[in-house]
């Protein structure tokens, strides 16, 4: 059992242990967390010193600039600031997706427009760049049929993008992207182009805002997408004399749509 004496003792104890292990933290703006001893602050800066080496004279600094600090602490910051303003940070993570609207224009100058769903997920290789995989499709819905087009297909495609972050305006990051991937059809809305699905090569090229907070983040782009693809069709050759002499694969054909995209992402 532990008399007052003792307990007065524990208690100093864990004071002490925590004044020991107590530090001051950086948070930069590309994501890093700093521990140490600030040991002066002006308007052009912040001067860091090891925890360790706080009560010496002439200790060890870093010296960080006021503009790569995002946040300043004197006790262990939480995991995510509820506060902060979205940017790309370094080793990053995003995860969303949104809604897509999708007008197509056709080899033959048809058009068609439509909506579509979009999942997402990325990764800030540095501040200024970054890589994402995406993938838009469609469901099935037997109550919606074109009688032009062959219906009740579903139809996806999945992509790679680069994307660029030149800069961030008062908390608004825009962005640039390039990619490209494959498309089995084309995700229309409930209905494919021909009666066999056809796989179609894919280039992406876009533009767009990201915002946020905490960790939850809002994304509004544009994309134009070109498709190209030769048909699993056949058409019958003959002779001047109308005999079936062979056939010949279609020709290749081309499509390109313009996107207008609003996602919600989540972000660490």
Same mark, same amino acid.
């Given at each position: 059992?532990?008399?007052?004496?003792?307990?007065?003792?524990?208690?100093?104890?864990?004071?002490?242990?925590?004044?020991?292990?107590?530090?001051?933290?950086?948070?930069?703006?590309?994501?890093?967390?700093?521990?140490?001893?600030?040991?002066?602050?002006?308007?052009?800066?912040?001067?860091?010193? @090891?925890?360790?080496?706080?009560?010496?004279?002439?200790?060890?600094?870093?010296?960080?600039?006021?503009?790569?600090?995002?946040?300043?602490?004197?006790?262990?910051?939480?995991?995510?600031?509820?506060?902060?303003?979205?940017?790309?940070?370094?080793?990053?993570?995003?995860?969303?997706?949104?809604?897509?609207?999708?007008?197509?224009?056709?080899?033959? @100058?048809?058009?068609?427009?439509?909506?579509?769903?979009?999942?997402?997920?990325?990764?800030?290789?540095?501040?200024?760049?970054?890589?994402?995989?995406?993938?838009?499709?469609?469901?099935?819905?037997?109550?919606?049929?074109?009688?032009?087009?062959?219906?009740?297909?579903?139809?996806?495609?999945?992509?790679? @993008?680069?994307?660029?972050?030149?800069?961030?305006?008062?908390?608004?990051?825009?962005?640039?992207?390039?990619?490209?991937?494959?498309?089995?059809?084309?995700?229309?809305?409930?209905?494919?182009?021909?009666?066999?699905?056809?796989?179609? @090569?894919?280039?992406?090229?876009?533009?767009?805002?990201?915002?946020?907070?905490?960790?939850?983040?809002?994304?509004?782009?544009?994309?134009?997408?070109?498709?190209?693809?030769?048909?699993?069709?056949?058409?019958?050759?003959?002779?001047?004399?109308?005999?079936?002499?062979?056939?010949?694969?279609?020709?290749?054909?081309?499509?390109?749509?313009?996107?207008?995209?609003?996602?919600?992402?989540?972000?660490?």
């Amino acid at each position: 059992m532990i008399g007052k004496k003792g307990l007065a003792a524990l208690l100093m104890l864990l004071c002490i242990g925590q004044i020991a292990s107590a530090q001051d933290y950086l948070r930069l703006k590309n994501g890093k967390l700093i521990p140490g001893a600030i040991v002066r602050v002006d308007s052009a800066a912040v001067f860091l010193a @090891n925890w360790d080496e706080r009560h010496l004279p002439l200790p060890r600094l870093q010296v960080y600039e006021k503009q790569e600090i995002e946040s300043i602490w004197f006790r262990p910051p939480p995991r995510f600031d509820i506060k902060a303003e979205y940017r790309p940070r370094e080793r990053g993570w995003e995860f969303g997706g949104g809604m897509t609207f999708q007008s197509m224009k056709l080899s033959d @100058n048809s058009s068609r427009r439509m909506l579509q769903f979009s999942i997402l997920g990325g990764y800030t290789v540095l501040p200024f760049v970054g890589i994402e995989g995406e993938a838009d499709f469609t469901f099935l819905h037997a109550a919606i049929s074109d009688s032009i087009w062959h219906p009740y297909q579903s139809a996806y495609q999945v992509s790679m @993008n680069i994307l660029f972050h030149p800069v961030q305006i008062e908390g608004t990051t825009p962005f640039f992207l390039i990619g490209g991937g494959t498309a089995l059809d084309i995700p229309l809305s409930h209905t494919v182009l021909t009666l066999s699905q056809d796989s179609r @090569n894919l280039l992406n090229l876009g533009a767009g805002l990201k915002w946020g907070q905490g960790s939850l983040g809002f994304r509004l782009e544009y994309r134009y997408q070109f498709y190209s693809w030769t048909p699993d069709d056949y058409i019958p050759i003959y002779d001047a004399g109308g005999t079936r002499i062979g056939e010949r694969r279609v020709d290749a054909q081309e499509a390109f749509c313009h996107l207008l995209r609003l996602g919600l992402f989540f972000y660490r």
